[in-house]
T-cell receptor, first 114, second 110 residues
Framework: EAQVTQNPRYLITVTGKKLTVTCSQNMNHEYMSWYRQDPGLGLRQIYY???????DKGDVPEGYKVSRKEKRNFPLILESPSPNQTSLYFC?????????????FGQGTRLTVV | KNEVEQSPQNLTAQEGEFITINCSYS?????LHWLQQHPGGGIVSLFM???GKKKHGRLIATINIQEKHSSLHITASHPRDSAVYIC????????????FGTGTRLQVFP
């Protein structure tokens, strides 16, 4: 089954404790992205990647890091989480085809930083 | 002013009603996406449009590039259609930058 898998689904952590949210897709997609969703603000893009070793900042990259060492994986790293990073996070992927293609989303990771 | 505006923000309907959700944008785009988010959080892509009209079951999406406007229609609405519907625009082809509207919360009552 074609899917984007995020882990964990839920995470409560303390301020300053490094964490990684993993994202994996099994569709051989070139594009992968991370978003955060906050009440009243909607979805905002954190980082995106157009292929292996190619990443770029979205609209709200501060406090986050990403890497794309393999095509299928795009982990989101919070080196020193803060309470303002409490949010619902989504990973998404889509195929590059020289034209617009459908996006596939993971199930979301609800992160609470206390 | 947001670059992507949706209306209405909230919508309630009786089962069977015809529903329209609107999305207006102020930037040049290569495509527009309609997404559905059910309670519990998962997001599903419903449509991707760059012109014209698409239909999938009871759902119809249209886009008018000149007017920078898109609509999502649901015919014969059902309680299982209750969800948040999100419009997102892709700015430039071959990048992955998306700008999202804040969503329309739809509740359909039996």
């Amino acid at each position: 089954e074609a899917q984007v898998t995020q882990n964990p689904r839920y995470l409560i952590t303390v301020t300053g404790k490094k964490l990684t949210v993993t994202c994996s897709q099994n569709m051989n997609h070139e594009y992968m992205s991370w978003y955060r969703q906050d009440p009243g603000l909607g979805l905002r893009q954190i980082y995106y990647s157009m292929n292996v070793e190619v990443t770029d900042k979205g609209d709200v990259p501060e406090g986050y890091k990403v890497s794309r060492k393999e095509k299928r994986n795009f982990p989101l790293i919070l080196e020193s989480p803060s309470p303002n990073q409490t949010s619902l996070y989504f990973c998404a992927s889509r195929k590059w085809g020289g034209m617009n293609t459908e996006a596939f989303f993971g199930q979301g990771t609800r992160l609470t930083v206390v | 002013k947001n670059e992507v505006e949706q209306s209405p923000q909230n919508l309630t309907a009786q089962e069977g009603e015809f529903i329209t959700i609107n999305c207006s944008y102020s930037v040049g785009i290569s495509a527009l996406h309609w997404l559905q988010q059910h309670p519990g959080g998962g997001i599903v892509s419903l449509f991707m449009l760059s012109s014209g009209k698409k239909k999938h079951g009871r759902l119809i999406a249209t886009i008018n590039i000149q007017e920078k406007h898109s609509s999502l229609h649901i015919t014969a609405s059902h309680p299982r259609d209750s969800a948040v519907y999100i419009c997102a625009v892709r700015l430039i082809i071959n990048t992955d930058k998306l700008i999202f509207g804040t969503g329309t919360r739809l509740q359909v009552f039996p």
